[in-house]
């Protein structure tokens, strides 16, 4: 039964969020507004307005290679750390086994180690090896520290199957191929989904591990941060600006295209409902004379 509270309670409930909302989002409208600005620093009131140094981050050179570097790591990450993950968490998650407990602790523990050390570590370790840093070697560190995220997020799921339908198939002659594609894999997609997101949102922002392991291929978090040190100019804001609507429009964009599957699962489960439902009226019926 849902509580009832007075106009003044809600007055209050309503101006506290709005209160929050504006002071969480004050940095980006104050990036934004940045953004615009015709001089090279932030002054408010601005002189004059522009939208010079959007077309610059839009036709320049310098961001379409922060943006190609960016992207191709955050697409191998996200791709490395959810096939990675969904191993990890059904190998401690899904099945019982001596050293479970063990693979649990050394696949997280990356997750408590400060990625500034982590960066340090992998750096030292490419080198030994010989390997230059690259967007490459940057991947595979993002990687190693997003994976644990990526597998919390997928075992958690896991952890909430119902083990009983997969004994119940294995029961009624299914394979443990055809459990695990048709019992096991559909319940875990949205966790696969949203760990796949998570995977591609902490690669794009990443800034620590890619300090230490792109070498020369710089990414966008460090473009911005060497470039609000020393040389800024209103570019800087405005690929900050780009930056923060590109994963966002990716995540609602995969938002919008699972519902409307959802949507397109529903209206078929109902036409389905609806055709069977017709069938066995018919049978029935019996035989028309």
Do not use: C
Not at 86 to 98: T, Y
Not at 152 to 174: N, P, T
Not at 265 to 286: E, F, P
Request: aromatic letters at 12%; a positive charge.
């Amino acid at each position: 039964m849902a509580l009832e509270t007075s106009p003044r309670v809600r007055i209050r409930a309503t101006g506290f969020v709005t209160l929050l909302v504006i002071f969480l989002w004050m940095p980006i409208f104050s990036l934004v507004l940045a953004s615009f600005n015709a001089s090279r620093f932030f002054r408010f009131p601005f002189d004059s307005w522009t939208t010079e140094w959007y077309e610059q981050a839009t036709t320049a050179t310098t961001p379409r290679v922060l943006l190609g570097t960016s992207v191709r790591m955050a697409i191998v990450v996200t791709i490395a750390s959810t096939v990675l993950g969904f191993i990890s968490a059904m190998a401690f998650a899904g099945h019982q086994w001596r050293g479970r407990r063990t693979f649990q602790r050394v696949i997280l523990l990356p997750l408590f180690l400060p990625q500034t050390v982590l960066g340090l570590a992998l750096l030292l370790w490419f080198n030994q090896l010989n390997i230059a840093p690259t967007w490459k070697t940057a991947a595979f560190a993002q990687t190693v520290w997003i994976t644990p995220v990526v597998t919390v997020v997928i075992a958690i799921a896991i952890y909430g199957l119902d083990q009983e339908q997969r004994s119940a198939a294995y029961d009624l002659g299914a394979s443990k191929l055809r459990t695990f594609a048709e019992i096991t894999i559909p319940p875990l997609i949205p966790a696969i989904r949203s760990g796949a997101l998570f995977a591609f949102i902490l690669s794009w922002v990443n800034l620590s591990l890619s300090t230490y392991t792109t070498g020369a291929d710089a990414s966008i978090p460090e473009w911005i941060q060497a470039k609000a040190l020393g040389g800024y100019t209103p570019l800087v804001p405005s690929i900050g600006v780009l930056s923060f609507v590109l994963p966002a429009v990716t995540v609602g964009g995969i938002l919008l295209l699972t519902q409307l599957v959802r949507a397109a699962r529903h209206v078929n489960a109902s036409i389905l409902k609806s055709d069977s439902m017709q069938q066995r009226t018919d049978a029935l019926k019996g035989p028309s004379n």
